[in-house]
C-alpha cells in the first residue's frame, strides 16, 4: 500500500512545489507547505477514497494548507523582504528579457484575488482539468470557469496596465 | 442551419484543449470572423506559456531531502512502536525542525518576532500614536533635554544619544519613554517647519544587537533601522524614503561618534 502511495504521489511532489511556490512565492515556505501536504497525504492515504483520482486529492491538500497559511499571514501585518519574492528566483535559467517579463507577471499574478490566481495556475501551470480543479476547490465546475474567464481578462489588463502602478505592500528592504 | 452560440467557455476551451474537434472547428471559424477575440484569445495564449515558463524552472530543481516520500514514511512507521530513546530522539528532531522551521520563515510573510523587523513595528506604532498628537506629542520637551536623558538612561539601562537633525531642517521636539513588545524605548520627536514630524525610537536589543540599516514600509509611514552595539535605532515618518533615509545615516554617523 505504501509502495502504491510512492508510485502515486512521488511524481507529483515537483509539481506540488511549484504550486506552492507559485503561491507562497519564497522557497523556504513554499517547501515547508510541501513537507506538510505530504505528511497528512501519508496519514491519511488509507482514507482516500479510490475512485479519486490522486493529483487532484494530493493538490486539494496542498490547496486547503496553502490558503490556510495565507489567511493567517493576511491577518498580520506584512513583512516581506524584497529580494526572496524576486521573479529572479523563479527563472534562473531564464534570460534577462524574459527575467524582467517575469517579473511583471508575477507582480500582475500577485494582484489577482485567490480565488482568480489559483484558477489559473491549477488549470494553465498544472494543467488539470477543469474537472479536477474544481474537486481541488471543492466549487462547481461553472464557477471554475468564470474565475478562469475573470483571472485571464484581468491578468491581461493588469499586464498592460502602468508598470508597477500598483500599491505595494509593506516590505523589509536592505538598504545597506 | 444555425450553430450554438459561441460562449466564452468554448474560448477557454480552445486555449486548454478541452473542446471535441467539431467545436473547435466552429469556435476557430467564429475567431477567424472575430479578429477583436481572436486578439484577445492570443493575448490568452502568451499569458499561458509565459505562466508555464515563468514556474517551469521549479521543476528542473532537484527535491529537497526533506521532501522524500519514502523516507517520511520510514519516519512514520519506525515511530510507532515507541521505545523510550526513539521519544527522546523525536523530541530532538522536534526542537531542530522547530529552529529550522522557524529559520525558514525568516523574510518571507510572517513578521519576526524580535530583531530589526520588530523595532520596526514599534516604530511605526510610536509613530503613528503620537506624531499626529496636538496636545502631547512629547512627554519631555526638547527644552528639559538633560531631564529626559536621566529618565530614559534609567529605563533603558543605558545613555541613548540624541541626534541632532537641525541640518537637515528637523528640530527637536523632545521624547518619551514608550511602551514596546520588547521592555521601555525611548522616543524622540522631531519636526519641519511645516511641521512634518519624524520619530526615532531607540531600545535595547537582545536579538539583532547589531544589524545594517533596512528600511520597512507599513501603510504610508517609512522606518529605516539597524542596531549598533546593543542597541536598536529606528526612525520613521510619512515622508518618502529617499528623504528619510540621509536622516537615518546622519542619525547613525552621530550616534557611532558619540559611542
Known amino acids: 500500500m505504501d509502495q502504491d502511495m510512492v508510485r502515486l504521489i512521488e511524481p507529483l511532489i515537483p509539481a506540488l512545489r511549484r504550486y506552492a511556490r507559485a503561491l507562497m512565492r519564497e522557497r523556504a515556505a513554499a517547501d515547508d507547505l510541501v513537507q506538510d501536504c505530504l505528511e497528512?497525504?501519508?496519514?491519511?492515504?488509507h482514507?482516500?477514497?479510490?475512485?479519486?483520482?490522486?493529483?487532484a486529492w494530493i493538490f486539494t491538500i496542498l490547496h486547503n494548507l496553502a490558503m490556510t497559511r495565507l489567511r493567517r499571514a493576511a491577518q498580520r501585518p506584512v513583512?516581506?523582504?524584497?529580494d526572496d519574492v524576486d521573479a529572479a528566483h523563479l527563472s534562473h535559467a531564464a534570460s534577462q528579457e524574459d527575467g524582467l517579463r517575469h517579473r511583471d507577471l508575477l507582480a500582475a499574478l500577485a494582484q489577482l484575488p485567490d480565488e482568480q490566481r489559483t484558477v489559473l495556475l491549477l488549470v494553465t501551470v498544472e494543467q488539470l482539468s477543469y474537472a479536477e480543479t474544481a474537486q481541488v476547490l471543492e466549487v462547481p465546475i461553472g464557477t471554475v470557469m468564470s474565475r478562469l474567464s475573470r483571472a485571464r481578462e484581468r491578468l491581461v489588463r493588469l499586464m498592460s496596465a502602468e508598470p508597477r502602478a500598483a500599491l505595494s505592500p509593506p516590505y523589509l528592504r536592505s538598504v545597506k | 442551419m444555425s450553430s450554438r452560440p459561441i460562449t466564452e467557455d468554448d474560448l477557454n476551451g480552445l486555449l486548454d484543449g478541452t473542446l471535441d474537434p467539431h467545436r473547435h472547428a466552429e469556435v476557430s471559424a467564429y475567431l477567424d470572423a472575430h479578429p477583436d477575440v481572436a486578439r484577445r484569445i492570443t493575448l490568452y495564449g502568451e499569458q499561458r506559456d509565459m505562466l508555464r515558463s515563468a514556474f517551469a524552472p521549479v521543476i528542473e530543481e532537484p527535491v529537497p531531502s526533506e521532501l522524500s516520500l519514502l523516507r517520511m514514511i520510514e519516519d512514520r512507521r519506525r515511530a510507532r512502536p515507541t521505545p523510550r530513546w526513539a521519544i527522546a530522539a523525536a523530541a530532538v528532531l522536534l526542537v531542530c525542525a522547530g529552529g529550522l522551521g522557524g529559520w525558514s520563515l525568516r523574510g518571507m510573510g510572517l513578521p519576526a518576532a524580535a530583531g530589526v523587523q520588530a523595532l520596526a513595528r514599534e516604530a511605526t506604532t510610536s509613530f503613528s500614536v503620537y506624531a499626529p498628537d496636538d496636545i502631547h506629542p512629547v512627554e519631555v520637551r526638547a527644552e528639559e533635554r538633560d531631564a529626559l536623558q536621566r529618565w530614559t538612561t534609567i529605563r533603558i539601562g543605558r545613555p541613548v544619544a540624541i541626534p541632532d537633525l537641525t541640518a537637515a531642517g528637523y528640530r527637536f521636539m523632545g521624547g518619551r519613554v514608550?511602551?514596546?513588545?520588547?521592555?521601555?524605548?525611548?522616543?524622540?520627536?522631531?519636526?519641519?517647519?511645516?511641521?512634518?514630524?519624524l520619530v526615532m525610537l531607540v531600545r535595547p536589543m537582545q536579538a539583532d544587537p547589531k544589524a545594517p540599516m533596512v528600511l520597512h514600509v507599513q501603510g504610508n509611514v517609512?522606518?529605516?533601522s539597524w542596531a549598533d552595539n546593543g542597541l536598536g535605532y529606528s526612525l520613521a515618518g510619512?515622508?518618502?524614503?529617499d528623504r528619510l533615509h540621509p536622516l537615518a545615516n546622519e542619525a547613525r554617523r552621530q550616534v557611532r561618534e558619540e559611542a
Not at chain 2, 514608550?178 to 514630524?197: F, I, K
Not at chain 2, 510619512?238 to 524614503?241: D, K, L, T
Open chain 1, 40 to 45: 497528512r497525504a501519508i496519514s491519511r492515504w
Open chain 2, 222 to 224: 517609512n522606518s529605516f
Open chain 2, 178 to 197: 514608550v511602551a514596546t513588545e520588547h521592555g521601555p524605548a525611548a522616543m524622540y520627536m522631531y519636526d519641519d517647519d511645516r511641521g512634518t514630524r
Open chain 1, 47 to 55: 482514507q482516500r477514497r479510490h475512485e479519486n483520482d490522486a493529483r
Open chain 1, 79 to 82: 513583512h516581506v523582504a524584497l
Open chain 2, 238 to 241: 510619512a515622508a518618502p524614503a
